[in-house]
């Protein structure tokens, strides 16, 4: 089975982008859906019962703070062609949330190359061109307080991402 960690988006949010992509975007055969619109922080791949439970548990035992990300740019990239919705700037507790489960994964066994995170949402697949730049420059807010297992599943009427397991991401309370 292959699995993903990562953030879901409210359904308010993926018919805004939705909206957004389709008014300011030519058309595109391979338009992602709305319903599959998320953030990955750590791509697992093939994960076996074994490695997924030493992963939840440690994921379980660590408190991460939920944090705002604000969707403001739009880039293309040519090699897996792929159209995506970005953020100039990525909020510290992104970035320890993507560090940890990264090294998380690591210490299960799974092979999770340590690169530099860029979070975005697939807006196109199979993108033959860079497109043109967007009409309307892209503003979203997205506050994120949930972090969740994804599992990405193929069939005929193409892949799914069902969420497996969800945990909450803390705020902490500090005293006055």
Known sequence: MRYFLG??????????????????????????????????????????EQQLDQLCSKIENTEFRPFELHFDNMGYWSKPKILWLGADHVPDPMLHISKRLTEFAQQVGLNIPVREYFPHITLVR????????????????????????????????????????????????RPR
Request: proline content about 10%; charged content about 20%.
């Open 7 to 48: 953030f879901d988006l409210d359904p308010q949010t993926k018919i805004a982008i939705d909206d957004w992509r389709n008014k300011a975007l030519p058309r595109f055969e391979q338009n992602v859906p709305a319903k599959n619109f998320h953030i990955t922080s750590v791509f697992l791949g093939q994960v076996t």
């Open 126 to 173: 199979k993108a033959q061109n860079n497109p043109p730049a967007p009409i309307l420059t892209p503003d979203f807010k997205i506050h994120l307080d949930q972090l969740h297992l994804f599992e990405s599943v193929s069939g005929r009427t193409g892949v799914q991402y069902p969420i497996r397991q969800s945990w909450p991401l803390i705020r902490s309370i």
